[in-house]
């Protein structure tokens, strides 16, 4: 049987922070295969920003937890919804370093969430909306970081 338990402070101060805050689009992270190693894990990950109106940006990072962290787990997707202080962030926001608190479980299928905040000025959000693909055998509960560095493309 697999329980997660989440703390729900972490989820009321973004509630609290929406008076202040607009939903401004989602983030899709995908994450590469990673050992955990008992301590802590590190795995980078490539993301896209789709903006609810905009054109879409393309991230790098990577994401790395501190706690309990055993196991392996396979290339996962997650989304979250950005919360930001304008309804239209400036070109790049996303960049930066986020922190916040991690859960995750698998026993060959299984689940986690990951709430975090940071990027421009630590005025960046990011609800947990879902996780694909969290496939393994692996348990972690801790912080969770993740930097993201705006990958510019070339106009032709």
Same mark, same amino acid.
């Given at each position: 049987?697999? =329980?997660?338990? =989440?703390?729900?402070?972490?989820?009321?101060?973004?509630?609290?922070?929406?008076?202040?805050?607009?939903?401004?689009?989602?983030?899709?992270?995908?994450?590469?295969?990673? +050992?955990?190693?008992?301590?802590?894990?590190?795995?980078?990950?490539?993301?896209?920003?789709?903006? +609810?109106?905009?054109?879409?940006?393309?991230?790098?990072?990577?994401?790395?937890?501190?706690?309990?962290?055993?196991?392996?787990?396979?290339?996962?997707?997650?989304?979250?919804?950005?919360?930001?202080?304008?309804?239209?962030?400036?070109?790049?926001?996303?960049?930066?370093?986020? +922190?916040?608190?991690?859960?995750?479980?698998?026993?060959?299928?299984?689940?986690?969430?990951?709430?975090?905040?940071?990027? +421009?000025?630590?005025?960046?959000?990011?609800?947990? =909306?879902?996780?694909?693909?969290?496939?393994? =055998?692996?348990?972690?509960?801790?912080?969770?970081?993740?930097?993201?560095?705006?990958?510019?493309?070339?106009?032709?």
């Amino acid at each position: 049987m697999l =329980v997660l338990v =989440v703390c729900a402070g972490p989820f009321e101060s973004i509630a609290a922070a929406d008076d202040l805050t607009a939903k401004t689009g989602l983030l899709r992270c995908r994450a590469a295969r990673g +050992f955990g190693w008992v301590l802590g894990s590190s795995r980078t990950v490539d993301c896209e920003y789709i903006p +609810f109106s905009g054109p879409i940006e393309e991230y790098s990072g990577t994401i790395s937890k501190i706690g309990i962290d055993i196991g392996y787990l396979a290339p996962v997707v997650m989304l979250w919804a950005v919360v930001a202080p304008s309804s239209a962030p400036a070109k790049g926001a996303l960049a930066g370093n986020y +922190f916040g608190a991690t859960v995750q479980a698998a026993v060959l299928v299984g689940a986690g969430v990951n709430v975090l905040t940071g990027g +421009f000025e630590k005025s960046i959000a990011l609800q947990p =909306v879902s996780i694909e693909g969290d496939a393994g =055998v692996y348990v972690g509960a801790g912080i969770a970081s993740m930097s993201l560095k705006l990958e510019e493309r070339d106009e032709y």
